[in-house]
């Protein structure tokens, strides 16, 4: 069997658009304070919004679970007209200053 193995790569403002837009479609809550920056995990994808002050002093952060992350880069792909393969294995990773995405796809040898 054949495997097919891709990999797309996000920057950083990318994925801060893709989890605004999947925060806005999921109904979260996010604070009305603009984003100071974007922080990455160091292990898996999770990633963390960290806010300016409130006006009354308060820092606020929202992070963002592996599963939620990789749910909004499908979606930010999807948005974009981006290829996805359905049946592919999907896997999300921080790397460096952003994500990446990684899909694995075997071919069955058999034709129909």
Do not use: W
């Not at 359905?86 to 075997?106: P, Q, W």
């Amino acid at each position: 069997m054949a495997t097919e193995t891709r990999k797309i790569a996000f920057t950083v403002d990318e994925v801060r658009a893709a989890l605004i837009h999947y925060a806005i479609r999921t109904e979260m809550r996010m604070p009305k304070e603009g984003i100071d920056r974007v922080r990455f995990a160091k292990e898996g994808a999770g990633v963390t919004f960290v806010y300016s002050r409130s006006a009354e002093g308060e820092k606020r952060e929202v992070t963002f679970s592996d599963q939620q992350v990789g749910a909004a880069m499908i979606l930010y792909c999807h948005t974009r007209g981006f290829p996805l393969p359905r049946d592919a294995d999907k896997m999300v990773k921080n790397e460096g200053d952003g994500i990446s995405m990684m899909m694995r796809l075997v071919h069955s040898d058999e034709r129909g």
